[in-house]
């Protein structure tokens, strides 16, 4: 794991913890992972990915399957880079904003065993555990010896702990300090010597079994005790338990022989005794929170168990809200990317299976649509490059729009052209009259736009447009660090050259599109074409919307 002590231009200070399965990027656009207030920053400056055991820092950003640098360079230790494997205590400059980079600042990896549980003496309930979150009392057996004003005095530093631990939560928006709070609560409160918060990263399988837990914070009683952490084990027993039955656990295993008079021998033998609460809220469990006792001759009690019990509910609250922020900006970035390719429910089905961008393809009707600009070569020649780019941005933002509204999904832009399928990823009855509605308004929104582009010193534009029906193979075609959602085939290939033999403001379709039309165009027929590979000519229509 890795960390980010970020300080922007605007002086704001925070921290970025850093996951190995993400991507973070940084720049001065709101959709960034990293968002810095730095006029001179660009918009998508640069990012961090992880790979062969490290985070490695990129100045720039993907676009049309090539890193485009930033302007104003990134700066590691002093020295520009274009990228760079980041190690501990790394200074890093983007623009006027400074990152500092932690290496495996949590307390690195834990050790896990699968032994049994030794004696259980008392487990809390997942309903007990949910009226804490929800403000109701858990119970606390008072003694009722001589020392029950001593008592009610500690529940009362209890309460008072809890208090101030809420305010710091709730102003809190870092997990580094939200679980700095909650062991400092349970090691003034407690006799724990260890304690561990253990955070959850959710395999693609969704077994609760397959779960996987690292350590978010780890903190000792003393400075004896931290250099001997890497030798503990943490129960996957126990913690499978917890998290599993949204329970709980006070567990007894310590041993009071003689022989164990020393903490080595301790750590050797794994004398302890443990309690484990989950950090569960009404959607889930989120991981656990694992607190150790390594005196052989002492134990938690039940009002222990309560306590840390109480601070794990109060915690997992402020880590789902923290969890579901950074879902929604995950979102919000994934939704703004594809938005530009795919019809707003179709985005919403892909926000809600993730597992549908796997790679991989199947077969399936379609109908693909090409559509591209007559003349273009020769209008490239006598204009600017900028005024060219300008028009085209015009033209595809319309054209677009006209696709996404008919239910289409844009495949890609193909310099002057654009393919489109109708079917995919989700099929209807209805694609192939969609297909013909969204190429008859293509045309007829093209004559409304030749108009504005006349007045703004543009030429006319004229287009031609070829639509077939047929078996693709559709889905994700390329690598796991670059992919697009596309159609090949068969199919493909004759759209493509019913395109090419359309003249501007034609629309020609093949014969097999024109049987799968459900409503009723004015078709006229044409000569049959000859295409290369098959031995049948194709019969050819034209639609008539004018």
Not at 95 to 106: M, N, T, V, W, Y
Not at 471 to 474: F, G, L, N, Q, Y
């Given at each position: ?13 925070w ?8 991507v973070?990027?940084i ?5 960034n992972?990293?968002?810095l ?5 660009s ?33 590691v ?17 983007v ?12 307390s ?5 065993d ?10 809390l ?7 804490s ?6 119970a ?27 305010k710091?939560?709730?102003g809190?928006?870092?997990?580094q ?7 400092d ?18 395999n ?14 780890t ?7 931290s250099g001997?952490?890497?030798?503990l ?8 338990k917890v998290?599993?039955e949204g329970?709980?656990?006070?567990s ?8 164990f ?5 301790i750590?050797t ?9 989950p ?7 989120h991981?656990?929170?694992y ?20 601070v794990?509910?109060n915690t997992?609250?402020?880590v ?5 922020h ?12 594809y ?16 597992e ?9 009707i ?26 085209l ?6 054209m677009t729009e ?6 289409g999904?844009?495949?890609k ?22 297909s ?19 007045a703004?010193?543009?030429?006319e ?9 047929g078996?693709?193979?559709?889905g994700?075609?390329?690598?796991e ?9 068969d ?7 019913l ?5 501007a ?13 459900r ?28």
């Open positions: 794991m890795g960390r980010l002590k970020v300080t922007d231009a605007s002086g704001r200070e921290e970025q913890e850093l996951l190995p399965h993400l973070y990027t720049g001065r656009s709101p959709s992972q990293i968002v207030r730095d006029p001179r920053t918009r998508h400056h640069a990012q961090i990915r992880y790979g062969n055991g490290c985070f490695t820092l990129i100045d720039g950003y993907e676009a049309a399957g090539e890193v485009r640098r930033s302007v104003n360079r990134v700066f230790n002093g020295e520009a880079i274009a990228e760079k494997q980041l190690t501990d205590g790394d200074e890093i400059l623009g006027a904003s400074k990152l500092i980079f932690e290496k495996d600042f949590r690195g990896k834990l050790n896990f699968d032994r049994p549980l030794g004696r259980t003496q008392l487990l309930s997942s309903d007990a555990l949910m009226q979150v929800k403000g109701k009392k858990i606390l057996e008072l003694q009722t010896d001589t020392s029950e004003i001593e008592d009610l005095r500690r529940k009362a530093k209890i309460l008072e702990l809890l208090y101030e631990m809420s710091t939560l709730t809190a928006f870092d997990l300090t939200i679980f700095a709070k909650a062991t609560v349970i090691f003034e409160a407690t006799p724990a010597d260890r304690v561990v918060a253990l955070l959850k990263v959710n693609v399988s969704g077994s609760e079994q397959n779960d996987e837990l690292y350590p978010i914070a903190k000792t009683r003393s400075s004896e005790l001997l952490t890497g030798k084990t943490i129960s996957r027993t126990i913690t499978h998290m599993s329970l709980a656990l006070l007894q295993d310590a041993r009071t022989d003689a022989e008079s020393g903490v080595d021998s750590v033998q794994g004398v302890r005794s443990t309690i484990c609460a950090l569960m809220t009404e959607s889930g469990v991981g656990a929170i607190a150790d006792r390594l005196d052989p001759f002492a134990a938690f009690t039940a009002d222990d168990l309560a306590l840390i019990s109480a794990t509910a997992a609250v402020v789902e809200t923290i969890r579901a950074e879902r929604l900006a995950r979102e919000q970035v994934a939704r703004a990317n938005s530009r390719f795919l019809p707003p429910y179709v985005v919403q089905q892909l926000l809600e299976k993730p549908s961008f796997a790679l991989g393809g199947t077969n399936q379609v109908t693909v649509l090409f559509a591209d600009i007559r003349g273009f070569t020769r209008l490239s020649e006598r204009e600017k490059p900028e005024k060219i780019l300008q028009l941005n015009r033209y595809f933002s319309e006209l696709i996404f509204m008919h239910g999904t844009l495949d832009y193909i310099g002057d052209g654009l393919m489109a399928l109708f079917g995919a990823p989700t099929a209807s009855p209805q694609d192939a009259t969609n013909v509605r969204t190429a008859i308004a293509m045309q007829r929104r093209l004559q409304e736009l030749n108009i504005e582009l006349k703004d010193g543009f030429e534009l004229g287009i031609g447009i070829g639509l077939h029906t078996e693709a193979i559709v994700y075609i390329g690598c660090k670059r992919s697009e959602y596309t159609a090949i085939g199919t493909v290939n004759l759209a493509a050259r395109e090419a033999n359309a003249l403001g034609q629309i020609l379709m093949s014969g097999v599109t024109a049987a799968a039309l409503d009723s165009f004015s078709l006229v027929p044409r000569d049959s074409i000859t295409v290369r590979n098959r031995v049948q000519t194709v019969p050819l229509f034209e639609v008539q919307w004018k």
